[in-house]
């Protein structure tokens, strides 16, 4: 089977500009969960999609956005960038949900 | 969102000893997971734990889900320059679908 991907690998943007990612999880895997992981803050939780409804939300700005397409495949969205938005975007897929199959990331550098 | 208190915060070994670490919690969880990260990958998971007490291995490392379902341990033997990255635990509960909380890593290095 093939893991999970992630597109783009990496990212540059600007402040103020609005970027979307790609994750397409292992198949068979229903539920798709965002992480932002950085050097300071370790890995962060945004949320978790599961046929194609958010079920569980972390505690970021409205500015992070995401959705679950039915099959499976899932976008992650951040508007207005900001410096502070640059990190390693990791999307994780899971079958039974008790175990997590990470991607490889998204590196998005915000200049 | 919650994380979890993983120690040590960084290791530096020699090649061929035996690596600890820990992760604890004031939570008790259902499923104890251990992650490694290679830099600029995503975690790559290693070694799950679903019952209390459990004891699972995985070639060189041995994780142990703790009594109180608090706490969880990883022993890495005779370690190898390959070894090296970032260790991660995840406790997983289950209430609206399962939520995993991440400790805050544990660096290691191992000099050849």
């Known amino acids: 089977k093939a893991g999970v991907t992630q597109t783009p690998r990496y990212l540059i943007k600007t402040r103020g500009q609005q970027v979307t990612l790609s994750c397409s999880p292992i198949?068979?895997?229903?539920?798709v969960s965002w992480y932002q992981q950085t050097p300071g803050q370790g890995l962060q939780f945004l949320f978790e999609?599961?046929?194609?409804?958010?079920?569980n939300k972390g505690n970021f700005p409205g500015r992070f956005s995401g959705r679950q397409f039915s099959n499976s495949r899932s976008e992650m969205n951040v508007s207005t960038l900001e410096l502070g938005d640059s990190a390693l975007y990791l999307c994780a897929s899971s079958f039974n949900e008790k175990k997590q199959f990470f991607g490889p990331g998204t590196r998005l550098t915000v200049l | 969102g919650q994380q979890l208190n993983q120690s040590p915060q960084s290791m530096f070994i020699q090649e061929g000893e035996d690596v600890s670490m820990n992760c604890t919690s004031s939570?008790?969880?259902?499923?104890w997971l251990w992650y490694k990260q290679d830099p600029g990958e995503g975690p790559v998971l290693l070694i799950a734990l679903y019952k209390a007490g459990e004891l699972t291995s995985n070639g060189r490392l041995t994780a142990q889900f703790g009594i109180t379902r608090k706490d969880s341990f990883l022993n890495i033997s005779a370690s190898i320059p390959s070894d090296v990255g970032i260790y991660f635990c995840a406790g997983v509960k289950t209430n609206t679908g399962n939520q995993f909380y991440f400790g805050t890593g544990t660096s290691l290095t191992v000099i050849p």
């Open positions: 939570s008790i969880f259902n499923t």
């Open positions: 198949s068979g895997h229903r539920s």
């Open positions: 999609y599961f046929s194609e409804t958010q079920r």
